[in-house]
């Protein structure tokens, strides 16, 4: 058997994030065999050195640190894992490209448009490898959605509609700040479910749809003010807690999509529908294995929407994995994210999403708060999306 090379991996992060890719390093070899190269779980970062020793041991890393300044420098580290709150993301990545560490960031890129371009000018600078972590395209249905569209088998697409809906922070009780709920926090995050929960939607319909060009858009934070953990003041709340925008897209289509922490009685209902000349498409997170399907073509007495179980081995990913019929989970994309960016350094090929391809989706993030904030359409500066052709496959 050939030795296969060690990329050696330091995480810094322990919270949600890291555990999924602490899962996703963990696992890849096992699966994807034929990968010439490993993850190792060198160094694990975090400040609480108790907590990220207790981390360390349940994940198997080497070593710990409590400065991420001290990771980025050690000479055994060649991929930096950014599992932090969005403020951070701009510092480190800078600082890892700056010491020619290969970089893998959780989304959004930044909390702006001006902090994640200079993330992507120095990851040009400095030609390391990259990739940011939007990993709802790796769930194999919606691998198969893309391909699905790009054979043109939906003909002109008309309508692509997505929503994220969830209702964790309805009561006022809900603090903002602090490690559990730094995303209610304007600062570290940025911006509420437009960076959170619609910047996925939004990379999953540019990569299947092409780009979007303008946008007009209406947010709402329906509890103004919040107690702040880290200094126990009532503090007024600055993210959005609900956004709408419609759209159109670079092929003529038109979107809307929708995202809020208010919807009472979901937790993750993310979903999405393509609408074409010739067929629909439809996903929802809550039946991931699943990919509903609609073809005009059909005959009138058959024809309906149909169910396409995504688990044979001639779909995405699925011949990783078990026998047809038996399903895969959320932290499966993980997985996938992990082998396809190992894959990439073999090939040297980009890993889409790569900083470029996470700038594009963070300049409609931006769009559509200008466009909330001034009640104005607003463009969106994208002009092309990688990985996207308006010509079938």
């Given at each position: 058997m050939a030795t296969k090379k060690e990329i050696r991996i330091g995480l810094i992060g322990t919270g949600f994030m890291?555990?999924?890719?602490?899962?996703g390093y963990s696992q890849v070899s096992h699966f994807f065999p034929e990968l010439e190269y490993k993850p190792v779980l060198k160094a694990v970062c975090s400040r609480n050195a108790q907590k990220v020793q207790a981390f360390a041991d349940q994940w198997g890393y080497e070593s710990i640190e409590t400065d991420w300044r001290a990771l980025i420098a050690r000479d055994d580290i060649d991929a930096v894992d950014i599992c932090t709150p969005n403020d951070t993301h701009a510092e480190i990545a800078i600082a890892a490209a700056e010491a020619g560490k290969m970089i893998l960031c959780e989304k959004p890129l930044a909390r702006t448009l001006a902090e994640a371009q200079q993330m992507v000018d120095a990851i040009d600078k400095a030609g390391v490898?990259?990739?940011?972590?939007?990993?709802?395209?790796?769930?194999?249905?919606?691998?198969?959605?893309?391909?699905?569209?790009?054979s043109g088998k939906l003909g002109r697409i008309f309508h692509y509609r997505a929503n994220f809906l969830q209702d964790w922070?309805?009561?006022?009780?809900?603090?903002?700040?602090?490690?559990?709920?730094?995303?209610?926090?304007?600062?570290?995050?940025?911006?509420?479910?437009?960076?959170?929960?619609?910047?996925?939607?939004?990379?999953?319909?540019?990569?299947?749809?092409?780009?979007?060009?303008?946008?007009?858009?209406?947010?709402?934070?329906?509890?103004?003010?919040?107690?702040?953990q880290l200094t126990g003041q009532v503090q007024p709340v600055g993210i959005d807690d609900a956004c709408i925008f419609h759209c159109h897209f670079d092929n003529g289509s038109l979107g809307l999509f929708e995202s809020t922490r208010?919807?009472?009685?979901?937790?993750?209902?993310?979903?999405?529908?393509?609408?074409?000349?010739?067929?629909?498409i439809r996903w929802d997170l809550h039946d991931l294995n699943r990919?509903?399907?609609?073809?005009?073509?059909?005959?009138?007495?058959?024809?309906?929407?149909?169910?396409?179980?995504?688990?044979?081995?001639?779909?995405?990913?699925?011949?990783?994995?078990?026998?047809?019929g038996l399903g895969i989970g959320y932290e499966h994309s993980f997985i996938h994210q992990v082998a396809d960016f190992l894959k990439s350094l073999e090939t040297g090929e980009p890993c889409s999403p790569n900083f470029q391809d996470a700038l594009e989706t963070q300049k409609v993030c931006e769009a559509v708060l200008e466009s909330a904030a001034s009640r104005s359409w607003k463009e969106t500066g994208v002009e092309e999306f990688a990985g996207y052709s308006k010509e079938p496959a």
């Open positions: 890291g555990r999924t890719h602490s899962n490898a990259n990739t940011v972590w939007y990993n709802y395209r790796r769930i194999p249905a919606v691998t198969l959605a893309k391909q699905i569209v790009a922070t309805i009561s006022a009780d809900v603090p903002q700040g602090g490690a559990g709920t730094w995303r209610m926090d304007v600062e570290a995050a940025g911006s509420g479910v437009t960076g959170d929960l619609l910047a996925h939607c939004i990379d999953t319909a540019m990569w299947i749809n092409g780009a979007i060009t303008d946008v007009s858009a209406v947010t709402e934070t329906f509890v103004k003010e919040r107690m702040h208010y919807a009472r009685g979901h937790k993750a209902l993310y979903t999405f529908e393509i609408n074409g000349e010739n067929a629909s990919l509903e399907y609609f073809d005009h073509a059909d005959e009138g007495i058959v024809r309906g929407w149909r169910s396409i179980h995504v688990t044979d081995g001639d779909q995405p990913y699925m011949d990783k994995w078990w026998v047809p």
